[in-house]
């Protein structure tokens, strides 16, 4: 099974400020690699496919990068609506998740 | 617009059984693989089991091999997962999801005495 690793496990960052998230897989998925956001209570919310194509009605903030086994999905100002749990998954082969990263308002 | 409504999910003893539904509507179903996602409160996403579009090909997490079984009724626009020999460790909201993405909002099972 592809292991999904993420880091940091929860990122404080300010309103207006740039997020940076990573992922990494334990062996290469090419670009099959899908970022998704969930707030408490809610369902996942795909926000980028194929490791850097946004997902439909998904602002320009977002932004996804990289592939074979290093991934990054960038915040670009933060808005309040963005603070939740961001969760990388891999889909080349079955589907494993990372397991999430928490950005909180700092 | 793409909905998934997921149902069945309940307040189960140890060893029981529960069948969930998931029926969609705004898309054409019958074109998609499937999946069951579940997420244990406060943890992470995990895939339990995913179909083909005709039914014909499934597969299963090994942690759930043998007692969960998916299956859909392309007619009905509506996928299912049979859960037997329920554990504690089962509790769990359960999502269907398919493969381009769309989620419903899930239904909760919790196991216990």
């Known amino acids: 099974e592809i292991v999904m690793t993420q880091s940091p496990a929860t990122l404080s960052v300010s309103p207006g400020e740039r997020a940076t998230l990573s992922c990494r897989a334990s062996?290469?998925?090419?670009?099959?690699l899908a970022w998704f956001q969930q707030k408490p209570g809610q369902a996942p919310r795909l926000l980028i496919y194929g490791a850097s194509t946004r997902a439909t009605g998904i602002p320009a903030r977002f932004s996804g990068s990289g592939s074979g086994t290093e991934f990054t999905l960038t915040i670009s100002s933060l808005q309040s609506e963005d603070f939740a749990v961001y969760y990388c998954q891999q889909y080349i082969d079955w589907w494993t998740f990372g397991q999430g990263t928490k950005v909180e308002i700092k | 617009e793409v909905q998934l409504v997921e149902s069945g999910g309940d307040l189960v003893q140890p060893g029981g059984s529960l069948r969930l539904s998931c029926v969609a509507s705004?898309?054409?179903?019958?074109?998609?693989?499937m999946h069951w996602v579940r997420q244990a409160p406060g943890t992470g996403l995990v895939c339990l089991a995913l179909?083909?579009?005709?039914?014909?090909?499934?597969k299963y997490a090994d942690s759930v091999k043998g007692r969960f079984t998916i299956s859909r009724d392309n007619a009905k626009d509506t996928l299912f997962l049979q859960i037997n020999s329920l554990r504690p460790e089962d509790t769990a909201r359960y999502y269907c999801a398919t493969a381009a993405g769309h989620w419903g909002r899930g239904t909760l099972v919790t196991v216990s005495s």
């Open positions: 062996q290469s998925v090419s670009s099959n």
């Open positions: 705004g898309f054409t179903f019958s074109t998609y693989w």
């Open positions: 179909i083909n579009t005709d039914g014909s090909s499934t």
